[in-house]
């Protein structure tokens, strides 16, 4: 069984009960990383003007944290946001749901393209080769946070006790399973597709693969995170959501794979 390392969430503090955290600084590097990167390729492939390309990005960061944020206390957490509304902006605290947040760009891209009269798919497609980065570093933010610990394991050679968790019970660091699935693996695929293969030339094609990759990823590392819903049907409420996601990115990857061939 492996130690927990117990780190502080809580990086340094700046005054009072303000500081910064890993949680935030993770979120503030994916910004980042997606920031400087897509400023890089329009600066090379002029998708939009320099002007727009700030107004996007900015609300990117908003559509992302409304709709992840939201997503998780309304879906995950209904009773505790009802009963206690004002604990949906204690964003710091954790409770990031990445289908939600997915929900939310996916929103600010379309009332963009129809505000603006501009095709966002080739910016998605840029903008996803760096995603899992920032999924990589939030994972492991999930596992400093000692939250989305995995179920209880007595054969797992990677098992530890989190000092979150009440039953004291030896669990899957699933936070690490994913940072490695969702972050390491898809980020390797996502340069693999990028460099190797004519996707980014059909916008759409590559946003459409890397989704169906992470639902994959997600749908199985499911099967190791102590959930948050589960028994819908024999499965949890992240493996359903995964299902759709694969399910919708899957028939748009087939049409875009046919618009690539014509």
């Known amino acids: 069984m ?24 993770a979120y503030i590097v994916g910004f980042l990383l997606c920031y400087f990167w897509l400023k890089r390729k329009n600066n090379e492939e002029k998708f939009i003007s320099n002007d727009l390309c700030e107004k996007l990005m900015t609300m990117i960061v908003f559509g ?28 710091w605290d954790g409770g990031m749901s990445f289908h939600g947040g997915a ?4 929103c600010v891209f379309f009332f963009f393209s129809k505000k603006y009269n501009v095709s966002v798919l080739k910016i ?69 597709l990028y460099k190797k293969t004519n996707f980014i030339k059909t916008s759409g094609l590559l946003t459409s693969c890397l989704a169906i990759f992470y639902s994959i990823f997600r749908f199985i590392c499911e099967f190791f995170r102590s959930p948050e819903i589960d028994n819908l049907f024999g499965l949890t409420a992240g493996q359903w959501l995964s299902i759709i996601m694969f399910l919708i990115s899957f028939i748009f990857f087939i049409s875009k794979l046919k618009e690539s061939k014509n």
Request: aromatic share 18%; hydrophobic share 50%; with cysteine.
């Open 64 to 91: 992302l944290i409304i709709g992840a944020r939201v997503f998780d206390c309304m879906f995950y957490h209904f009773n505790e946001t009802i009963a206690h509304p004002m604990s949906m902006f204690r964003i």
């Open 124 to 192: 998605l497609d840029y903008c996803l080769i760096v995603v899992p980065v920032a999924l990589f570093f939030g994972r492991i933010a999930n596992f400093i946070n000692g939250e989305l610990y995995g179920n209880i394991t007595y054969t797992s050679p990677f098992r530890m006790i989190f000092p979150t968790d009440y039953t004291h019970q030896p669990r899957h660091p699933s936070q690490l399973y994913e940072a490695f699935s969702e972050g390491i693996c898809l980020f390797i695929i996502a340069l693999l």
């Open 2 to 25: 492996l130690k927990y390392p117990n780190i502080d969430p809580i990086i340094f503090h700046i005054y009072g009960n303000l500081a910064l955290r890993w949680y935030s600084l």
């Open 103 to 106: 929900i939310g760009v996916l």
